[in-house]
Every structure is written in C-alpha cells, then in structure tokens.
C-alpha cells in the first residue's frame, strides 16, 4: 500500500510564495520507480481539480489558472514531489492532495491513483 505525506502548507499573504512537499512511501518492499505525479486541490464545496503533472521523464503539464506561477518538480532518489507556488491569489486557496499512478516496487507493480494523503491546507490572504 503507498503512503503519501504532504507538507509546506500555511498562511500567506496574496502575491506570496509557497513550496509543497509529498513523501511516497510503501507499506511494504521498495521502491524501484515512480510513474506520473500530479497535484491536485479542492476548495471548501468544490471539486478537486488537477494542478499541474509531472511524467517520469520529466515532462509537465499545468492548469491554465497556475500556468506560469507554479512549478512542479520531482526528486526521484528521494521519492518526493514538489511544488513550487509564487504569485499566490486568494483562488489558490485550497487543501492541495498529491497523488501517483502506479509504483514499481521490490514486490512488483503498484496501481496507487486511488490513494490519497491527508493534503496540506495553503491560505492565501488577499
């Protein structure tokens, strides 16, 4: 089972910048690799909606509304995604979840897109 710890939420005021981190980690073996990792939020009464994606190769994708202000990156050795938020808006304000696709582990392939952290909560005041 993956286990996925986000952290690097709080309080900031509009224009302000924040640095989310998401540990990935199994309940049992090791991991070998990681596929895609996204980012997602969900506002108070709302969907969650996808942020921004990160293949293993490095490719991203982002949603129109932080096109530009965000920055997602991935440290493969550590097992640990990231995501870098400058600019911050009042709209921003969400618990933010992090999530992967599938793990290949020391005791074989892992599906994990239904596993979910507790997310981390990022306030942004105007």
């Known amino acids: 089972q993956v286990q996925l710890v986000e952290s690097g939420g709080g309080l900031v005021q509009s224009g302000g910048s924040l640095r989310l981190s998401c540990a990935v980690s199994?309940?049992?073996?090791?991991?070998?690799?990681?596929?895609?990792m996204r980012w997602y939020r969900q506002a108070p009464g709302k969907q969650r909606d996808m942020v921004a994606m990160?293949?293993?190769?490095?490719?991203?994708d982002y949603a129109a509304s932080v096109k530009g202000r965000f920055a997602i990156s991935r440290d493969n050795a550590k097992k640990t995604l990231y995501l870098q938020m400058n600019n911050l808006k009042s709209e921003d304000s969400a618990v933010y979840y992090c999530?992967?696709?599938?793990?290949?582990?020391?005791?074989?392939?892992?599906?994990?897109?239904?596993?979910w952290g507790q997310g981390t909560q990022v306030t942004v005041s105007s």
């Open positions: 990160i293949g293993s190769g490095g490719d991203s």
């Open positions: 999530n992967v696709d599938r793990l290949v582990t020391s005791r074989g392939p892992l599906y994990a897109s239904d596993s």
């Open positions: 199994v309940s049992s073996g090791v991991i070998f690799g990681i596929g895609d």
